[in-house]
């Protein structure tokens, strides 16, 4: 038989929200240092063709 669930309290709900807003912070901050160290071309974490699009243009 279907019985109605407890209402989630605001304390747990304001937790799990923080969390979720804490993994976005980090994930947006990996992606700006990612993205200024391709800027300066100190980019060593990964592959990052360069070269790959001058030379399509050159044909």
């Known amino acids: 038989m ?3 669930k407890k209402k ?3 304390g747990k709900r304001n937790q799990r929200l923080a969390t979720w ?3 976005a912070a980090i994930s947006a901050e990996k ?3 990612i993205g200024k160290s391709v800027l ?3 980019a060593q974490g ?3 063709p360069m070269n790959e699009t001058s030379e ?3 044909d």
Do not use: N, Q
């Open 46 to 48: 990964f592959v990052y």
């Open 56 to 58: 399509d243009e050159s």
């Open 31 to 33: 992606a700006l240092s």
């Open 2 to 4: 279907a019985v109605p």
């Open 40 to 42: 300066t071309g100190r």
């Open 8 to 10: 989630t309290s605001k």
């Open 21 to 23: 807003k804490g993994k």
